[in-house]
């Protein structure tokens, strides 16, 4: 005669997943050192991030050393960060906001 293990039913109600309205960003608040805060797009952002790499090329963070190119190595950094240090005294920093309309 085969064994018979009991039946264990899930009695957790369903997960809803989060709106992705909760994770798009209309801009960008973005604070340079000695500059005033400018809200940018995803792309200007994108491109700002790939004028401050330009000059960072031999000193990159090693994290960003991995990737092959400036596009590779901006949108990483847009993707996963909101700091970028610079030098000492010196940063870039961004952070997502959706504007209300």
Excluded at 8 to 16: E, L, R, T
Excluded at 30 to 47: C, G, I, K
Excluded at 59 to 79: C, I, S, T, V, Y
Aim: proline share 9%.
């Amino acid at each position: 005669m085969p064994l018979e293990l009991p039946i264990f039913q899930s009695f957790m109600a369903p997960v809803s997943m989060p709106d992705p309205l909760m994770y798009r960003e209309d801009a960008f608040v973005v604070l340079d050192s000695n500059q005033a805060e400018e809200f940018l797009t995803a792309p200007e952002l994108l491109a700002k991030l790939k004028d401050v790499l330009t000059g960072l090329q031999d000193n990159l963070p090693r994290e960003l050393q991995k990737f092959p190119d400036l596009e590779a190595q901006a949108k990483h950094l847009l993707d996963t960060s909101c700091e970028l240090d610079l030098g000492p005294g010196q940063f870039l920093q961004w952070y997502a906001v959706r504007l209300e309309k």
